[in-house]
């Protein structure tokens, strides 16, 4: 008997969950994932692509995080891609939709500096960077840092004014380095529109941090 689209989804939901939840992962948990694949759904709905390698995607798309939180010379958009297939096949996922599926995540990551060939690419890169650039994104940020026993700021020169910045020293950092330029690297305009409203609260949140400091 074919299954219902909903019941796969709600068994490869289940899967990610068992590898996400038991596994330490710094801020980047299953929270994150569930948003993604609401932001993903979002974001199809008003500018298209396929809604069943969007949410198989954006539901399988972090799955290698705990390895490359293990080992930070891995990379988890390859580890994500490799384990996505097998789960996809275990659930009875169409099998010519799967490469779409693997493409999507292998080409997420923000460091990747790729644009991908993809609608259903190009969606999931907006919801995953989407997901981390107003308050959410300074939470994760804050929680990764301490995970990796990095500080908050600078302590004489938080806004690096006469410094280069550096994310993997400083929370702050990454947030002046990364966060803050979000926008401006979506692909939709559904989803550069959602962010420049979450960038605003961002940019008052590291005003108000500096002006405590
Ligand atoms: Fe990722
Ligand atoms: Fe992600």
Do not use: W
Not at 8 to 28: D, F, T, W, Y
Not at 62 to 90: N, Y
């Amino acid at each position: 008997m074919v299954k219902k689209m909903s019941d796969l989804m709600m068994q490869i939901e289940k899967s990610v969950r068992n590898m996400l939840e038991s596994a330490p992962c710094a801020g980047h948990d299953i929270t994150h994932t569930l948003r993604v694949r609401n932001l993903c759904i979002h974001i199809g709905n008003i500018e298209g692509g396929d809604h069943e390698i969007l949410e198989s995607a954006s539901l399988l798309h972090d799955i290698g995080r705990p390895a490359e939180f293990k080992d930070p010379g891995a990379d988890h958009a390859i580890i994500s891609a490799q384990l996505a297939p097998g789960i996809l096949t275990a659930t009875g996922f169409p099998a010519q939709k799967i490469p779409a599926v693997v493409y999507a995540i292998e080409h997420h990551r923000y460091s990747s500096g790729v644009t991908p060939d993809s609608l259903e690419a190009r969606i999931l890169q907006d919801a995953d960077r989407l997901d981390i650039s107003g308050a959410l994104g300074a939470a994760m940020t804050f929680a990764y840092s301490g995970a990796m026993d990095r500080q908050l700021y600078h302590s004489s020169d938080p806004l690096a004014e006469h410094r280069q910045l550096d994310g993997n020293e400083y929370a702050l950092d990454h947030i002046l380095s990364k966060l803050i330029h979000l926008p401006g690297s979506m692909h939709t305009s559904t989803a550069r529109r959602l962010a420049g409203e979450r960038n605003i609260f961002l940019k008052q949140f590291v005003d108000q941090l500096v002006s405590e400091i």
